[in-house]
């Protein structure tokens, strides 16, 4: 069965620099959600789309952005990073209405 | 928001031992679901259950949902089962995970 694709896997950038995770969902799911997990954390929401809208924010700072494309792809934008930026991206995807989440393999990000 | 309370937090068991992790929540929920993360930080789907109780394998889970917790059973546990596993709940979409529970299992 698809599962929810990720990319990249790995990403190493440096401070203020710019970073793109792109997710992909399992085939007719219409609701995307982001995820950051720091070392020894839980996840921790930031953000989510359903039908390309955005549909609930957490906790993502003004430096991040986050969009749905028309494919139902999503791409989370990370500028000016720092180094506490450094964590695991998840992506997440379900049908509308508090269905089963299906999480992705995730993007480490580590900014030096 | 939801409070999502996980314990114990550390847990230590033998090969074939058997466990019990629990999930406490604060707030009423229609999504519940029980991960474990892998030592390369792979989160598993191990079961969507906002009530009631599922098998698979090994693995059960049990959700009284009126009472607010949830319970993961392990049996004859195994060193792959080693890391750590997450309760999360969500109202709706977002999912609000508790802080984990470390297994470790040895041979």
């Known amino acids: 069965a698809a599962g929810v694709i990720q990319s990249p896997r790995h990403l190493i950038k440096e401070k203020r620099e710019t970073a793109t995770l792109k997710c992909y969902p399992i085939p007719r799911h219409d609701t995307v959600y982001w995820y950051q997990q720091g070392p020894g954390q839980d996840p921790q929401f930031l953000i989510s789309?359903?039908?390309?809208?955005?549909?609930d924010k957490g906790s993502i700072p003004d430096r991040f952005s986050a969009q749905q494309f028309s494919d139902y792809h999503s791409e989370l934008n990370m500028s000016s990073l720092e180094l506490g930026d450094s964590a695991l991206y998840f992506c997440?995807?379900?049908?509308?209405?508090?269905?089963?989440?299906?999480f992705g393999q995730g993007t480490r990000l580590t900014v030096v | 928001g939801i409070q999502v309370e996980q314990s114990p937090p550390d847990l230590i068991l033998q090969e074939g031992a058997n466990s019990t992790l629990r999930c406490n929540f604060s707030d009423s929920v229609n999504n519940l679901q029980w991960f474990h993360q892998n030592p390369w930080g792979q989160l598993i789907n191990l079961f969507y259950i906002p009530s009631g109780t599922k098998q698979n394998g090994r693995l059960s889970a049990t959700t009284v949902a009126t009472e607010r917790y949830s319970l993961l059973y392990i049996s004859s546990s195994q060193t792959t089962d080693s890391g750590v596993y997450f309760c999360a709940v969500g109202a709706n979409s977002k999912l609000t995970f508790g802080k984990g529970i470390t297994l470790s299992v040895r041979p």
């Open positions: 789309f359903y039908e390309k809208m955005q549909s």
């Open positions: 997440a995807s379900s049908s509308w209405g508090g269905t089963e989440a299906f």
